[in-house]
């Protein structure tokens, strides 16, 4: 399959005045969607010869903001065997992901009230250029009504971060059902389609759990379900620190079948068969004199 990545450098070329350096299928240069002092932008090539451009400048441009620099149009990113396919994905809303790759799933991130504050899209490849992954924020001076990245113009984030599926969070917490904290949305959807249960996670992954997110867990019973790994095991401890002093009960939690929530229960496992690890701050039951 032929891929567009030798026009997109040329034009790159152009607008810039600065030659893309690096290997055959990789390169940096100049970001033509910000004031780029030194080269911030990664050119490389998909497994199906979509050009993959990533800005790793202060702003972290989007991919739309770099490609409309360079007054051109998405589908030049696109190999000419796909370019009749991507556009009528591109038009598709419910579909179309930056990476030039079919969106497979979406999550949105409310707040109290139920708006939309963001949203995060998942495509069905990762690696190979791919991040798998892209957040998104409401922009009404998009065509698409949304801009593919949560920062501003100056680098720093322009959205209000909150744990996922917040309303159903608040209603648990003041109806005293546990919440179920994993590391990514697929699990928090997977557990929460179980009948009563409630389910979130922070937005980006492990390690991303924020100090302000305690605000919403103030006498919470908190079950952390922890992957089985490294990265798992430091995120629940993070998530330990932050909600110890507001939470009202604290255990933590492993899959007894695979790495995760899903694992666990896509092999059969129930919500009340994990396996507690840790019991950092155990619900005590209080009994109350008449």
């Avoid at 893309?20 to 080269?39: F, L, M």
């Avoid at 620099?69 to 190999?79: G, I, K, Q, T, V």
Wanted: charge should be neutral.
């Amino acid at each position: 399959m032929s891929t567009p990545f030798p026009q997109v450098l040329q034009r790159l070329y152009e607008k810039t005045g600065h030659a893309p350096r690096g290997t055959a299928n990789q390169k940096n240069a100049i970001c033509p969607a910000h004031e780029d002092r030194q080269p911030s932008l990664s050119v490389g090539v998909g497994r199906d010869g979509v050009v993959v451009l990533t800005c790793h400048g202060g702003p972290k441009c989007p991919t739309e903001d770099i490609v409309a620099a360079l007054e051109l149009p998405m589908s030049a990113l696109w190999p000419s065997e796909l370019q009749g396919q991507m556009k009528s994905r591109s038009n598709n809303g419910d579909r179309w992901m930056p990476c030039g790759h079919d969106k497979v799933a979406e999550y949105l991130y409310r707040d109290e009230n139920g708006a939309v504050l963001f949203g995060v899209a998942r495509c069905a490849l990762k690696g190979n250029g791919c991040q798998g992954f892209r957040q998104w924020r409401p922009d009404p001076t998009k065509r698409s009504g949304r801009r593919w990245s949560l920062r501003g113009d100056d680098g720093e984030i322009a959205v209000r971060l909150v744990p996922y599926r917040l309303p159903e969070v608040l209603a648990a917490v003041r109806e005293e059902r546990v919440v179920m904290i994993c590391e990514g949305e697929k699990d928090v959807d997977t557990l929460s389609a179980h009948p009563l249960n409630t389910a979130t996670c922070n937005p980006m992954g492990a390690g991303k759990w924020l100090p302000e997110f305690a605000q919403h867990f103030h006498g919470a019973d908190v079950s952390i379900v922890a992957d089985r790994d490294e990265a798992g095991r430091k995120h629940a401890e993070a998530v330990v620190a932050i909600l110890m002093p507001v939470a009202r009960s604290i255990y933590v939690v492993q899959a007894a079948h695979g790495k995760d929530a899903s694992d666990h229960l896509a092999a059969g496992g129930t919500i009340g068969d994990f396996i507690t690890v840790w019991e950092p701050k155990p619900y005590l039951y209080q009994e109350h004199n008449g």
